[in-house]
């Protein structure tokens, strides 16, 4: 109406619908061949690293994945789109299968290392998921205390009795769990309560500009003093630089991620003689 009478317009929010289906039909087919074939799937590893013992501790599997012309889609559209096509379960599952398949090989060559896995919020609902997790684990003979689960905050649960009963059965068995993204999603304070969390992730958010931002060093420090009186620990995301690592440890913040520790990669195998755990690897072969 803005410019006169007469004149019209597609309305846009259809425009985007259309666009946006395009897409999901895309990445539907696009994941669908990901989880047949072998060459366009690929875990990538990022470390996360204690900072007063200063040393690695665990690795954060991240799924990447490529188009058929090779071009790299990325997790915040492709895992979305698996949520919303219902395809998010397999996806979880060719992660968890293929990851704990890695760990059982490289256990049996001596080198000891924490895998962090991230679990959709659809996949911790269906009910048969422990079966799922602790039947992986027993196949591939890996003690269920070498996988941390991460549950991302950012996700609505609607069944969060299911989640619940979810995790209490893999933490029963030994799996360990953390709350991914803490501070900008839809959980409340009563998760750090209820779910049997050992690690909650402090979103990056709060970190990239930790130096410069008093209230989220006041965020970090009390979340992190909170956290630790509940007997769990905090896990920083998005530590880009060495002055924002030294914060964090003036903070009282167990565990450190990000760019300036070291950035996601395939090479796990390097990564692990770099960092040590590959030492007895090497030594034993
Ligand atoms: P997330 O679990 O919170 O993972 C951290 C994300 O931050 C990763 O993005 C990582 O590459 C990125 N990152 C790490 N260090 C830095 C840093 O220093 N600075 C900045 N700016 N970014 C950093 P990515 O790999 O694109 O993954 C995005 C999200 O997709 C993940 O967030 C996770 O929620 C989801 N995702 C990734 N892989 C999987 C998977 O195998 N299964 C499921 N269900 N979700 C996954
Ligand atoms: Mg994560
Ligand atoms: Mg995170
Ligand atoms: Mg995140």
């Not at 004149?7 to 994941?31: E, K, V």
């Not at 398949?101 to 911790?124: C, Q, R, V």
């Not at 709060?206 to 009390?222: A, G, H, M, R």
């Amino acid at each position: 109406k803005k410019k006169g009478n007469g004149q019209w317009q597609i309305f846009d929010p259809d425009n985007n619908d259309l666009a946006n289906l395009r897409r999901d039909h895309d990445l539907t087919s696009l994941l669908k061949l990901a989880l047949k074939r072998t060459d366009l799937f690929q875990l990538n590893y990022q470390p996360i690293y204690a900072i007063e013992e200063a040393t690695v501790s665990h690795y954060e599997v991240l799924l990447r994945l490529k188009d058929l012309a090779g071009n790299a889609v990325y997790p915040s559209d492709f895992i979305p789109a698996a949520e919303r096509m219902g395809l998010i379960r397999l996806v979880d599952e060719w992660v968890l299968d293929n990851a704990i398949k890695k760990l059982a090989t490289d256990h049996k060559t001596g080198a000891d290392y924490t895998l962090s896995i991230n679990i959709s919020a659809p996949t911790l609902q269906s009910a048969d998921f422990p079966k799922t997790l602790l039947g992986t684990l027993k196949t591939h003979r890996v003690e269920p205390r070498y996988v941390v689960v991460e549950l991302t905050e950012t996700a609505y649960i609607e069944n969060f009795q299911m989640v619940l009963n979810n995790l209490q059965q893999i933490s029963d068995a030994g799996v360990l769990v953390a709350l991914d993204d803490f501070g900008v999603g839809f959980s409340s304070f009563s998760y750090l309560k209820k779910l049997p969390l050992s690690y909650v992730k402090l979103d990056g958010s709060y970190i990239l500009d930790l130096q410069n931002n008093p209230d989220n060093q006041v965020f970090v420090e009390s979340l992190t003093n909170m956290v630790n009186a509940f007997g769990m620990k905090t896990i920083a995301e998005f530590v880009e630089d060495a002055e924002t690592l030294y914060k964090l440890q003036e903070l009282g913040v167990a565990y450190a991620q990000g760019y300036y520790i070291g950035r996601p990669l395939p090479e796990l195998d390097d990564m692990l003689c770099a960092t040590g755990f590959g030492q007895s690897k090497k030594s034993k072969g």
